[in-house]
């Protein structure tokens, strides 16, 4: 009998039958997967046009639905596919052309506040700093780029260029530096040659044509309220569009509100969640807005602030005290751009009897005798010192900033500052007369900001420490002679003393000194900003980094953008948590009343009038709880809080700020509850609005 033959088929039995059922589940798992995909999408979708104005929504609404009647009673019905697509068509005209109109009248409303700026307009500016030519491709590095050499994009290219122009026109560089300078442009400018051809992004950042449009941010193209006052632009697009709804047509709104009021403990509960998510964004925008007033609020216009080349710092910077004598001298007759301004130098001024400095005019003669510059010398450091500790806690230590004066009475009269009533400034030395410390040796006197007067109170019980008391820092015992009116600038975080202080000479700064500030003869910010590109550019005896105060001030707020960009984070999470919370609410609550829609749709409501009456149902709780937030964050106007502020580059400064709620906050604040209302609301409308008549009766 012959042995059986084994077929592929036989040694295989029902393997194309398992293939088939793996595709089958393959392609079911896909279609899911897919169809997953398009309700993500949709969804987003739905979100994404919840915070469009409800006018504009409603005007769109036949686009979805070509036989829905909205500005009509009724509306016939569409015979065929081109009536239902010019039907579509015009309800997206419609719908765009509202959308511009409420806008334009939102700008043009806005346009007529002052105009302001600060975090909002950062946010603005972050979201929007993009432009068409950060989209077009750039061309790659090359395979046999030699290992360590950085390969430059096409921004980083262009910018290397502007930084190394200017560079090279400098007029007080060397021969040497100079030609170094003019070598390294040439280099770059090579590199550009070349790599022109194969970069579409460098040929349209460099195109003069497209490249003011297409090369730029695009909030630079933007309507300055849009930027600076974007929270009043939308509030009053959303204003206007609620005042249209009224005249489109009648929305069961007593309905509405009755129930609110019949479940007021639900509405109260989800209305909480509104109040407690914006009490703590305005409460976190007051502190970020309280770290820009104090900026904006240190630097005196017409001050420039001296520093040695390279540093990015007051804590880094070191400077002979032979180098203040001839920039003081100093005289600009034009600005960087050539125009004429002067003769203006640095102001001076001239001791009275009694020890104070009186302001001389510009036209004073040059050799006044006893006449001094305003020009300040200073030495900035900073010290460690031990906190003051219970038994049985961990030893702590603080950082304390020390600004020490070669005068301090120049150095008050270029700042602007005063001392309150009882106090009087230190001697050159800070060594005190009195009767001596607990260590032997004199007491070191000192003035003290307002920040850093209520810090060391702390330490021994008192809500800040006055003119007569004593704390200890650097191995020494030091003595109030006098309290600063420093409110609302980063001074007030500093301990002030004598450039001869022990404790600063035997930190290395008694010889030298970190800051120069000149004040300006005609107290311009454009003469100071004038007098610091001078001794930038051209001023030959000394290499020196000048600022024109403000600008200085205005470079330390980095901080201020991280602390800001967390807070956005922050606000996100919280709001997630509060959509789906009224979310939840909105869908429970219309659980409960579908008979009741079924009733208002017998009487006559349409379904847009249904979608537009939840949707203000789930705003009116929005509203109720995003006011109640506003008030609790009105209440942290004025607080004081402890930060640092740096241009983020190291160093830094300790300040002390008070928290600033202002109109722009509050705004921001009552915008962000109506977005989350808005995004909460619209998916649950949606599902009243698609109720059929007989299945919510059943």
Not at 170 to 194: D, F, H, S, Y
Not at 225 to 231: N, T
Not at 243 to 266: C, E, H, S, T
Not at 526 to 554: C, G, H, I, T
Request: charged share 20%.
């Amino acid at each position: 009998m012959a042995a059986p033959v084994l077929t592929a088929e036989a040694s295989l039995p029902g393997w194309g039958t398992r293939l088939r059922d793996s595709l089958r589940r393959g392609g079911k798992v896909a279609l899911g997967a897919w169809r997953s995909f398009r309700r993500l999408i949709g969804t987003l979708f739905t979100i994404g046009f919840s915070l469009l104005p409800l006018s504009v929504l409603l005007l769109a609404l036949p686009a979805v639905s070509p036989n829905e009647a909205v500005l009509t009673e009724t509306v016939p019905p569409a015979r065929n596919w081109r009536q239902r697509l010019g039907r579509r068509l015009f309800a997206l005209l419609t719908a765009v052309a509202m959308l511009i109109v409420l806008f334009a009248f939102a700008l043009e409303v806005v346009s007529h506040l002052p105009p302001s700026s600060g975090q909002l307009s950062i946010v603005a500016k972050k979201l929007l700093g993009y432009s068409v030519a950060d989209f077009v491709p750039d061309d790659p590095p090359p395979a046999d780029l030699p290992p360590g050499q950085v390969w430059l994009t096409a921004p980083e290219l262009l910018e290397r260029r502007d930084t190394l122009r200017k560079a090279a026109a400098r007029q007080n560089l060397g021969p040497i530096e100079k030609r170094e300078a003019e070598e390294r442009l040439a280099e770059v400018e090579a590199e550009i040659a070349e790599r022109l051809p194969r970069s579409p992004r460098l040929r349209l950042m460099l195109d003069p044509e497209l490249a003011p449009w297409l090369a730029v941010p695009l909030w630079k193209l933007m309507p300055r309220p849009l930027i600076e006052q974007w929270p009043f632009v939308l509030l009053t697009m959303y204003a206007a569009d609620f005042v249209l709804l009224l005249f489109i047509g009648r929305v069961p709104l007593a309905y509405n509100f009755r129930y609110l009021w019949v479940r007021k403990r639900d509405t109260l509960l989800t209305g909480l969640a509104f109040t407690v998510v914006v009490a703590l964004v305005i409460i976190l925008l007051a502190f970020v807005n309280g770290m820009y007033k104090l900026n904006e609020s240190t630097g005196v216009p017409g001050n420039v602030l001296v520093l040695s080349e390279g540093s990015t710092d007051e804590l880094f910077s070191n400077m002979a005290r032979g180098d203040a004598d001839n920039v003081e001298r100093q005289v600009i007759t034009s600005d960087q751009w050539g125009r004429p301004i002067g003769p203006v130098g640095v102001a001076r001024a001239i001791f009275t009897a009694d020890g104070t400095l009186q302001r001389l005019p510009p036209n004073a003669p040059k050799d006044l005798p006893g006449a001094v510059y305003l020009a300040s010398r200073e030495a900035y450091l900073v010290m460690n010192q031990a906190v003051p500790t219970p038994p049985g806690e961990l030893p702590r230590r603080r950082f304390l900033q020390i600004r020490a004066f070669q005068d301090v009475r120049i150095g008050a009269a270029v700042h602007n500052i005063e001392l309150e009533p009882g106090g009087s400034w230190f001697s050159a030395n800070a060594i005190d007369p009195g009767p001596p410390a607990p260590d032997g040796r004199q007491y070191l006197q000192c003035t003290l900001g307002q920040g850093v007067a209520a810090i060391l109170g702390e330490d021994i019980g008192k809500k800040r420490l006055e003119v007569g008391d004593t704390f200890e820092v650097g191995d020494r015992y030091w003595k109030v002679v006098g309290i600063m009116k420093t409110g609302g600038t980063a001074y007030g975080s500093e301990i002030w003393t004598g450039s001869e202080n022990p404790v600063v000479r035997a930190s290395g700064k008694g010889d030298k000194f970190t800051t120069l500030v000149l004040r300006m003869e005609d107290d311009s910010e454009a003469s100071a900003k004038a007098m610091a590109w001078y001794l930038n550019e051209v001023y030959e005896q000394a290499k020196l980094k000048a600022f024109a105060e403000p600008d200085y001030y205005r470079e330390l707020t980095k901080t201020n953008e991280q602390f800001l960009s967390a807070i956005i984070l922050v606000a996100v999470i919280m709001a997630v948590g509060g959509v789906f919370g009224v979310m939840n609410t909105m869908f429970a609550s219309i659980a409960a009343r579908i008979k009741e829609v079924g009733v208002l749709r017998i009487l006559g409501f349409k379904r847009w009038q249904i979608l537009i009456s939840f949707m203000i149902e789930s705003l009116t709780i929005a509203v109720i709880g995003g006011t109640l937030g506003c008030l609790l964050g009105l209440l942290a106007d004025g607080w004081e809080a402890s930060s640092t502020m740096s241009g983020g580059q190291g160093g830094g400064k300790s300040v002390t700020l008070t928290m600033i709620v202002d109109g722009p906050i509050l705004a921001a604040g009552f915008l962000f509850t109506l977005i989350m209302g808005r995004l909460g609301g619209l998916v649950p409308a949606l599902s009243a609005m698609r109720l059929n008549i007989l299945e919510s009766l059943r």
